[in-house]
């Protein structure tokens, strides 16, 4: 049932906090600072020497994030495709391919199609699933599983997040097993996922003030996302949140990108969501800011205490994020991105829960 809540959407990004520290509980033992043993069968995660990336929509998205973690930690080489593009095309799958499948339903056609054809040709296949009795998961031989419990919202919400922490785990996991991770590393990675439920609590605390500048966004016909790092692919979530349930037309952008083309859509109708926790990055993303505000874009600015009071003056709205450590950055950023796209269907009148055209679980190819 919805509970107290309006629709499965908005209790569904509610009970991320909850659903969060549960996975997490099968990945981390927080007490002792470890990462718990991966239920790995038949072969060894030394042994991967690349990872490959397969999935749809919003879980194609928790895979581009899970990309940098890879790479950053493990150093694995990893590519990345949408299913529908990884099948028609003749991908090289070389020998210790490990092949990696993220799925809320277990059931998408083209990903599950991608992972037969990936174990055809030789590679171990890992899958990120939510649904524990769905296809994906009977045909994996390395079972990841998201406990967020069953998503009625078309527009995915806490599997989301609840794939971010799995992947987050997976790339420590795969780290350690490399020898690229010291115990105390690894107890700080442990510390700070442990940390993301209370820092989604704090994110949902925003929702009034969410709600409240929806209508900023609402009366637009564009709506521009930025980001960078693994705020890009977030930027690329947000956008599709927002068209998939307000039927407003956004796109998500590397910040750096804008200058190269994007940019010339800018005016003063467009609001611009910009996605920049302060870190390493701010200061390159705020300067791309910059540039949209020079041609007149509207700025919402997400970023935290820092960020805001060093850039967030000249912004048409800014919304103040708890200060997190940038690994789990991606999923509490997800919240104002989630709550934002909710607020504006919801001012725009749109069935919230069942999107026109859309389906939950897309079982044709
Ligand atoms: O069940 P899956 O995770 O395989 O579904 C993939 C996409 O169809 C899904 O994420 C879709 O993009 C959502 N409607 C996004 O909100």
């Given at each position: 049932?919805?509970?107290?809540?309006?629709?499965?959407?908005?209790?569904?990004?509610?009970?991320?906090?909850?659903?969060?520290?549960?996975?997490?509980?099968?990945?981390?033992?927080?007490?002792?600072?470890?990462?718990?043993?991966?239920?790995?069968?038949?072969?060894?995660?030394?042994?991967?020497?690349?990872?490959?990336?397969?999935?749809?929509?919003?879980?194609?998205?928790?895979?581009?994030?899970?990309?940098?973690?890879?790479?950053?930690?493990?150093?694995?080489?990893?590519?990345?495709?949408?299913?529908?593009?990884?099948?028609?095309?003749?991908?090289?799958?070389?020998?210790?391919?490990?092949?990696?499948?993220?799925?809320?339903?277990?059931?998408?056609?083209?990903?599950?199609?991608?992972?037969?054809?990936?174990?055809?040709?030789?590679?171990?296949?890992?899958?990120?699933?939510?649904?524990?009795?769905?296809?994906?998961?009977?045909?994996?031989?390395?079972?990841?599983?998201?406990?967020?419990?069953?998503?009625?919202?078309?527009?995915?919400?806490?599997?989301?997040?609840?794939?971010?922490?799995?992947?987050?785990?997976?790339?420590?996991?795969?780290?350690?097993?490399?020898?690229?991770?010291?115990?105390?590393?690894?107890?700080?990675?442990?510390?700070?996922?442990?940390?993301?439920?209370?820092?989604?609590?704090?994110?949902?605390a925003y929702d009034e003030t969410i709600q409240e500048m929806a209508g900023v966004v609402a009366v637009a016909r564009d709506v521009l996302y930025l980001g960078r790092g693994p705020d890009y692919p977030l930027a690329m979530e947000g956008a599709l949140k927002l068209k998939e349930i307000s039927y407003i037309h956004a796109e998500g952008y590397a910040a750096g990108e804008m200058k190269h083309g994007p940019i010339a859509l800018v005016d003063d109708s467009v609001p611009i969501i910009v996605i920049a926790p302060s870190g390493p990055l701010f200061e390159k993303t705020v300067s791309n800011m910059q540039e949209v505000q020079a041609r007149g874009g509207k700025v919402v600015l997400i970023s935290d205490y820092d960020g805001v009071r060093a850039a967030g003056e000249g912004c048409a709205a800014t919304i103040t994020m708890p200060k997190v450590h940038p690994l789990i950055a991606p999923l509490v950023y997800a919240v104002p991105i989630q709550l934002l796209a909710y607020h504006v269907a919801v001012a725009k009148g749109t069935d919230v829960d069942q999107p026109r055209n859309l389906a939950k679980s897309v079982t044709v190819e």
């Open positions: 049932s919805k509970g107290n809540h309006r629709h499965y959407m908005l209790k569904e990004i509610y009970e991320q906090p909850i659903v969060v520290a549960q996975t997490l509980r099968t990945y981390l033992r927080r007490l002792e600072g470890e990462l718990a043993p991966l239920p790995v069968e038949d072969f060894d995660l030394a042994s991967v020497r690349r990872v490959t990336i397969v999935a749809c929509g919003t879980s194609f998205y928790a895979g581009m994030v899970a990309k940098y973690w890879f790479e950053q930690f493990a150093r694995v080489p990893v590519d990345i495709d949408v299913a529908s593009e990884f099948r028609y095309r003749a991908p090289v799958l070389e020998e210790g391919g490990l092949a990696l499948f993220i799925s809320q339903s277990g059931e998408t056609a083209d990903t599950l199609a991608a992972l037969r054809h990936a174990r055809s040709e030789g590679q171990k296949i890992a899958v990120v699933v939510n649904v524990p009795t769905s296809t994906m998961a009977r045909e994996a031989d390395l079972l990841l599983p998201t406990h967020a419990g069953p998503e009625i919202g078309v527009a995915s919400t806490k599997a989301f997040t609840c794939q971010l922490a799995v992947l987050a785990a997976l790339a420590a996991n795969l780290a350690k097993a490399k020898g690229r991770l010291t115990p105390a590393e690894e107890r700080e990675i442990v510390r700070h996922l442990s940390e993301a439920p209370a820092s989604l609590n704090g994110a949902l």
